[in-house]
């Protein structure tokens, strides 16, 4: 049963909009959320997280809400660049998971169109 | 950059050949993983380390065994390759358990079974 989801398989934006990106969690015990970036035949690399305590988290052009009560978070780009097209992943750490790693969504595919 | 290296970073092997794959770390961090990434899967974890000899299963182990005999060294091996273990397999590294502490990926290794 996947804990993180993201059911957006892939997104097309307009160069310039906002991009919005989605992400579902069905464990309530979550209580820390990371947006990782992935450019083609590179790795993962960390983008903006978000603590439970708090509902937004802003770094330039990106900003993470946190819904708690929804078990929701959105990841808002603005203004989208073509150098922003890339999958996206969602993950999730719970409050005393011990050793257990992150729990990763399957990603969202982003393309900025110029 | 980060001090995280996979190697080989592409392999094409045979059905049913042993097949190891190398992660190295110079950050000297406690905790280590591989992930697969496969078309609609996003990122699965495979296995994970949280010190020297001490591993544990992830979502997708069946098929992998992991080693670790000291901290900078995470191998991974596929007991005997399937078609089904094509994929990308991406190793990452992190100071500790919790998501606060993020996690660094390396470049991963593209592995074709034929």
């Known amino acids: 049963d996947q804990q993180v989801k993201q059911n957006s398989p892939s997104l097309s934006v307009q160069e310039g909009r906002i991009s919005i990106l989605n992400c579902d969690y069905t464990?309530?015990?979550?209580?820390?959320f990371l947006w990782y970036k992935k450019y083609p035949a590179e790795g993962p690399t960390f983008l903006i997280s978000?603590?439970?305590?708090?509902d937004k988290n802003e770094d330039g052009r990106f900003t993470v809400f946190l819904n708690k009560s929804a078990k929701h978070l959105s990841l808002h780009i603005v203004p989208s660049q073509p150098g922003d097209s890339a999958v996206y992943f969602c993950a999730a750490s719970a409050i005393d998971s011990g050793n257990t790693p992150l729990v990763f969504g399957k990603g969202t595919r982003l393309s900025v169109i110029a | 950059d980060a001090g995280i290296t996979q190697s080989p970073r592409h392999k094409v092997t045979e059905t049913g050949t042993p097949v190891t794959l190398r992660c190295h770390q110079t950050?000297?961090?406690?905790?280590m993983y591989w992930y697969r990434q496969d078309p609609g899967h996003g990122l699965r974890l495979i296995h994970y380390?949280?010190?020297?000899?001490?591993?544990d299963k992830g979502e997708v182990s069946d098929g992998y065994s992991v080693s670790r005999s000291k901290t900078e060294d995470f191998l991974l091996t596929l007991e005997s390759a399937t078609s089904s273990q094509t994929s990308v397999y991406f190793c990452?590294?992190?100071?500790?358990?919790?998501?606060?502490?993020?996690?660094?990926f390396g470049s991963g290794t593209r592995l074709t079974v034929v």
């Open positions: 978000i603590s439970s305590i708090k």
């Open positions: 464990n309530s015990m979550f209580d820390y």
């Open positions: 950050e000297n961090h406690r905790y």
């Open positions: 990452a590294i992190s100071e500790g358990p919790r998501a606060g502490y993020g996690y660094t």
């Open positions: 380390s949280y010190g020297v000899k001490d591993t």
